[in-house]
């Protein structure tokens, strides 16, 4: 499975938003996002319209405006994010429609189709699985890490 950079960006996107909104507080722009993650500000502007789409992000507005979660870290799967902005499928006959809007003609007789079917199931388990508080905490922990043990050991092993 490939992931699309629409899908890429609203993750890393909606992370950098948890990060520094303090503690989902302060609005966070778009430009600000767009800067830190070198995303197009357009682009991060359609992103941002199908979140909101999805109740995963609200506007405030005014001279201080911006974005800020809808919920908490913690109850923001990845999964979530990933599926407002486009289909979990790592083949094309695994949604309910094919690209051509039509079901898949093969289904009942394709010898791969439990095995395609499970692997996305898994797939989907997995990213419903990590929250944006995780991997916040996971890359705080890194950086904590980072911070106390600077000796060459840990550098050359690529921790930090």
Known sequence: MRLSSKGQYAVRAIIDLSYYSGNNRLPVSLKEIANRESISIHYLEQIFFT???SAIVRSVRGPNGGYLLNRKPSEILIGDI???VEPIEIVDCMGSKTRSNKNCERKS?????????????????L???????????????KQNTC???????NIQKGNC
């Open 51 to 53: 979140l909101k789409k």
């Open 82 to 84: 990933i599926k407002a």
């Open 109 to 125: 007789i394709c010898l791969a189709f439990d095995m395609w079917n499970s692997i996305s199931t898994k797939i989907a388990q």
């Open 127 to 141: 990213l419903n699985s990590i929250t944006v508080a995780d991997v916040i905490n996971e890359y705080s922990q």
């Open 147 to 153: 911070l106390k043990d600077t000796s060459p050991r």
